[in-house]
């Protein structure tokens, strides 16, 4: 009898390991798509949306939408309006320190160069000394901030667990860098996972991540 209790409960959980994941993605998908298409459909006069309308209206409006400016600004007309645009918006105080911010973010993750955002994952010190963490090379050091320090350094980005979307830019010495010969989706399994799932050991692959860390680390 104690068998098949230990059986159920074995069981049980399988289940719950297996269903509890899909579940919530599909939650969250929905609760995603429900709030866009809810906040774009209001922005339509009423009069134009129907009593009784499905929902993915305002999903499907915003990708239309998107999709239209895309094919705007890829012709010299559209470009033109663009750059005015962004002219004027980088003439307001304020505004145009958030707009820059935002573009370069943007422009970062899904254009051409969206690739080499995260550049290589390393293992930092931090948050202190005996203490390491997964941390990612990211973009140059800015001048002034190398000039205010002895040490060679390296711009890290070390993302927060299990949410990788936030986390702190560090100014890291070049010698406090221990490169990692995993790739950076792998590393951002580790830090989703926290820590549960770790990548396979990959010999083939080891040395090529070794060689392009050390290339990054001597600025090349």
């Not at 320190?97 to 293992?123: D, H, S, W």
């Not at 986390?167 to 890291?172: A, E, Q, R, S, T």
């Amino acid at each position: 009898m104690a068998k098949k209790k230990h059986t159920l409960k074995t069981y049980l959980f399988t289940g719950l390991l297996v269903t509890a994941p899909v579940a919530m993605t599909f939650y969250l998908a929905i609760k995603l798509f429900l709030y866009i298409d809810s906040r774009v459909t209001a922005l339509i006069p009423a009069k134009y949306v129907p009593e009784y309308s499905l929902p993915g209206v305002g999903v499907f409006l915003l990708l239309v939408f998107l999709i239209m400016v895309g094919m705007l600004t890829a012709n010299i007309v559209g470009r033109s309006l663009m750059k005015f645009g962004q002219n004027l918006i980088e003439k307001m105080p304020i505004i145009s320190g958030i707009y820059n911010a935002f573009r370069k973010i943007f422009e970062t993750l899904l254009g051409p160069g969206k690739n080499t955002a995260f550049r290589q994952p390393v293992l930092v010190e931090y948050p202190r000394k005996g203490m390491k963490t997964i941390a990612f090379l990211t973009g140059p050091v800015y001048r002034e901030i190398q000039e205010k320090s002895d040490d060679a350094l390296v711009s890290v980005y070390v993302p927060t667990t299990p949410n990788p979307t936030s986390g702190f830019l560090l100014y890291v010495p070049k010698k406090d860098i221990t490169p990692l010969k995993i790739g950076v989706d792998e590393a951002l399994k580790i830090i989703l996972s926290m820590g549960i799932i770790n990548p396979d050991d990959k010999p083939a692959r080891k040395k090529a991540f070794q060689r392009k860390a050390k290339s990054i680390l001597r600025g090349k």
